[in-house]
């Protein structure tokens, strides 16, 4: 059984008035082992007209961050834990419900104004012999939150999903367990200046948040150093 413990979660959030409302993926199992990786910028040093050469040391932004995973799901436990809601979706559904939340993770949310109602306004607003072709703006993918305990809460994009279902039931071949090998990009500063109103705010908040803390542990960690140093270097 999954058992009352902290887990993580991915914690979409759909742009609504007046606030977003959030869509929680709560992990039934936390992964065993997780993948944190950093990607340095590339260099940012450019030859100027006088062809002098760039500092080879200069970098032309963050770094960037991702964490990769694999979620195990088994929708007997859901059903064994008891609870009147989820074990009968279990029941009807295996663990389709849950993929089917982080499949939809990779599909670009409907722009204001935009698909099929945009496209109308968009033609009954045209003047008559006027051109009518508008712009329809491109759907953006949603605002993902990767919630890992109070020390990491991240604005995410989902950049890699692979499932691998692994049982069925014998009714309607849903499926009753499965893997979900995950990778997620963690947002930069640059990208999130495209996500605007509230769900902007919210977003830079917990990078923000998230990254001071990282910081503050950083300099937690001199008390360690300070000692273990010295003797070391010869000057």
Same mark, same amino acid.
Do not use: C
């Given at each position: 059984?999954?058992?009352?413990?902290?887990?993580?979660?991915?914690?979409?959030?759909?742009?609504?008035?007046?606030?977003?409302?959030?869509?929680?993926?709560?992990?039934?199992?936390?992964?065993?082992?997780?993948?944190?990786?950093?990607?340095?910028?590339?260099?940012?040093?450019?030859?100027?007209?006088?062809?002098?050469?760039?500092?080879?040391?200069?970098?032309?932004?963050?770094?960037?961050?991702?964490?990769?995973?694999?979620?195990?799901?088994?929708?007997?436990?859901?059903?064994?834990?008891?609870?009147?809601?989820?074990?009968?979706?279990?029941?009807?559904?295996?663990?389709?419900? *849950?993929?089917?939340?982080?499949?939809?993770?990779?599909?670009?949310?409907?722009?204001?104004?935009?698909?099929?109602?945009?496209?109308?306004?968009?033609?009954?607003?045209?003047?008559?012999?006027?051109?009518?072709?508008?712009?329809?703006?491109?759907?953006?993918?949603?605002?993902?939150?990767?919630?890992?305990?109070?020390?990491?809460?991240?604005?995410?994009?989902?950049?890699?999903?692979?499932?691998?279902?692994?049982?069925?039931?014998?009714?309607?071949?849903?499926?009753?367990?499965?893997?979900?090998?995950?990778?997620?990009?963690?947002?930069?500063?640059?990208?999130?200046?495209?996500?605007?109103?509230?769900?902007?705010?919210?977003? *830079?908040?917990?990078?923000?948040?998230?990254?001071?803390?990282?910081?503050?542990?950083?300099?937690?960690?001199?008390?360690?150093?300070?000692?273990?140093?010295?003797?070391?270097?010869?000057?």
């Amino acid at each position: 059984m999954a058992g009352n413990y902290l887990r993580g979660a991915l914690i979409e959030f759909t742009e609504s008035f007046p606030l977003p409302v959030p869509n929680l993926i709560l992990f039934q199992y936390n992964p065993e082992t997780m993948t944190h990786t950093w990607t340095p910028s590339k260099s940012g040093g450019i030859d100027g007209p006088e062809q002098r050469p760039h500092n080879p040391l200069s970098i032309s932004g963050p770094p960037e961050e991702s964490f990769s995973f694999k979620l195990a799901m088994d929708s007997n436990d859901t059903i064994a834990d008891g609870n009147p809601v989820t074990a009968g979706l279990a029941k009807a559904s295996g663990v389709y419900p *849950r993929l089917a939340a982080l499949e939809m993770l990779l599909f670009p949310t409907a722009p204001p104004g935009g698909g099929l109602v945009g496209s109308i306004s968009s033609a009954l607003g045209g003047s008559a012999g006027a051109s009518t072709a508008t712009s329809v703006p491109a759907g953006q993918i949603p605002t993902v939150f990767f919630v890992w305990g109070l020390g990491r809460i991240a604005p995410v994009r989902l950049s890699s999903l692979k499932i691998t279902e692994q049982l069925y039931d014998s009714q309607l071949l849903s499926p009753v367990q499965a893997e979900a090998e995950i990778e997620l990009k963690v947002l930069t500063a640059p990208e999130l200046q495209f996500i605007t109103g509230k769900l902007g705010t919210l977003a *830079r908040a917990a990078a923000k948040y998230t990254t001071g803390l990282r910081e503050a542990l950083a300099i937690a960690n001199l008390t360690n150093s300070t000692e273990s140093i010295a003797g070391m270097l010869p000057f």
